[in-house]
């Protein structure tokens, strides 16, 4: 198996993508951070005031989309062209499940943008509950979906 | 139960830190990523030649740490004085997991730093094998450990 | 008068602060962006469900607080250690005064830091809502106080 | 009127240009400040030994520019091909008026750069005077002119 | 002979690429870092087991070519498409030299991004080695090839 | 001799700095860029109307200074408390040498951040005489002088 991100010395570079085609590549990543009831119940009687906790949550993950070719060395800088996002309320876990949806027209995938502002956006959430809870877990991190490019689509 | 990052009118702030005593603080943060058995044997066997999977991760670990704050919209901006990491091969699960200890002196915790550097390592390592596997999974991201400062220790 | 930050050839410098003594330093910005009736209608609608253009501006704000030295080439990095935003409706003109308060210990002040939150801040109710008014008006972007260090105090 | 940066859950997006015309955009932004007579003096007298508080601001302006998508929440990264400055002298405000003219070849416009770089060279003339004045006042940021795009022409 | 970065006012500007033709650019930068044989040795015998120096300077290499609009004033935000490294080990100096490959289809050079990342890298390996010797010296930083765009090809 | 960078599985770490006195650190640090008669000439030329070229470059270096550990990775985040820089014209190189000195009051030193503003200044040089040179070589760069902390005083 092939690992792209290396060069024939075992050195990382930055993938040349300059040949690939332009095309439209979506990208949809979700995660959970599972938390205790006190947090939870917090948060829903918040949700009723603003809702600012996951108001921030959104907005940092929006941001750190944008930040992606700085934390992740070898990613490319992209231009996105839209991020949404969407916040689901899971209250058996008790917490909360985060999805975002990134898109490009270029040359490389936005899967490592969407994954990304997962993190961030549910790493806010855990800040702003830690006066809270401590045992906050965060998991599931992971790619639903992908279109466009040369390596096809991918649908968990 | 308290919302300790809004203010009066739900908004969010930064909390105000100034008048908390300065203290030794550690945080121990990690995570998982579980990934397909090509990833993890692509892994294991370029570890035998520098390991640049798994060095970059590191890298990309501790860069994280010192860019919280520009990440989690809340966090105060501090001067984290150590970052060590160990990354484990569960050959079982099959994946890898990442721990981040983060130290500072000073008057507010770290835990966020450990974690957002466990965060960011991982999605490096989902980075440099996306094009081996892309149904990697990353979760258990936790605070395993804390210390220092008005609110206890803290050991899961 | 002595322009503080050119040195003895002209040339701009950081400067020396290191023999100034620790202090708790308070700054307190404001500043109001005045806007067409339609744009101010649509944030108040838009108050009463989450009052996502606001929430978003007070987070641009604190964000911004923490990226000065970044940006105000001369500006010394700083750890802050609270920053409180208000943000008040202005139906008469109509607009939004958006007031920043930063605080420190340390040893030079936060009025740079309050400025340039105030100043994102207004800027990106501008963003959020150009789409209905690109007529919109920043102004009064002004230190309403500060306090520590040795210069004394200023109250506007 | 529609508040294009929110989706229909009332959370920010960042919206989708991705199916917009390429076509040149051109923006134009100035903002004055207002400086008591002995700063305004102080950069006079200095104007004459290379001027370097109005260098000092021009740059921070045209940096301030690409840093735009990293302070602004919903603003999308852009390439922007071109920046270019004007600093005018108003001896009997007396004051400075900074003029910022921002190009793209893209998907959406140059306005919120050319803001931004506005502020952040009044925040930096501001920075290098303060020790004289801090009475200092930041006023009349606006749009002047904008043209490419679908929304069309837009002329102060 | 014309200073092409400066406006008719001898204020800095970011020159306008806009109608520039695209075109597939490349450019080679190298330099060279000359340490003490006590280094040379510790990094040679470090080599062998998984060499994180110069895995270090690689990485750091590849980031900073990323950060160079952020760094050099007048530069333009550009998406590079490709970077490769190469170090060599000179014994008989001793010393390194790291060669930074750069790649964009655009509409002005990567000379600027190749240099930014061969000084960073350099940096990056002084900062690793500096509690053995502090004398490293950091020499012949320069442009080894350049091709695309109007100006021709450069070749040294 | 000690890799005091890595950890005992030779992974990369940041040193821990915690229980380090606190002293105040200075460092200076130099470099040279050598330039063909034209471009030293332009300069020569332009400096008696304001001077943008060295001007740019040392407000380039002066914020280089604050992005260290950033750049660097295993650098600390540091609040230095000083920057001050010298240009040199050099006519019989024909070129310009660089020095920065940096101070702070802390647990590590301030070297690297001394030699990453010269190398961003330099850079600088570089870009805004590239049109007219593109042969100009870096050189030189190296730390000229260290005080405070326990591993001594350094002169070269």
Chains 1, 2, 3, 4, 5, 6 share one sequence.
């Not at 300059?18 to 947090?39: F, L």
């Not at 309320?89 to 270029?106: A, C, I, Q, S, Y």
């Not at 956006?121 to 702003?128: E, K, R, S």
């Amino acid at each position: 198996m092939n690992l792209t991100h290396l060069d024939e010395q075992n050195k990382p570079k930055m993938v040349d993508v300059g040949n690939k085609a332009q095309s439209t590549r979506i990208a949809v990543a979700s995660g959970i951070i599972e938390v205790g009831q006190s947090a939870f119940d917090a948060v829903i009687a918040n949700r009723a005031k603003k809702g600012p906790v996951l108001q921030t949550a959104v907005i940092a993950a929006i941001q750190a989309t944008k930040q992606t070719s700085t934390l992740i060395p070898m990613c490319h800088p992209l231009m996105i062209t839209s991020v949404k996002t969407d916040i689901e309320e899971l209250p058996e876990l008790p917490g909360f499940k985060l999805t975002v949806t990134t898109k490009l027209n270029g040359q490389t995938g936005v899967e490592m943008e969407a994954l990304t502002g997962v993190s961030i956006g549910l790493l806010t959430i855990y800040d702003m509950l830690k006066a809270i809870d401590k045992g906050m877990v965060i998991k599931h991190i992971q790619l639903e979906h992908k279109s466009g490019g040369d390596s096809g689509d991918f649908n968990r």
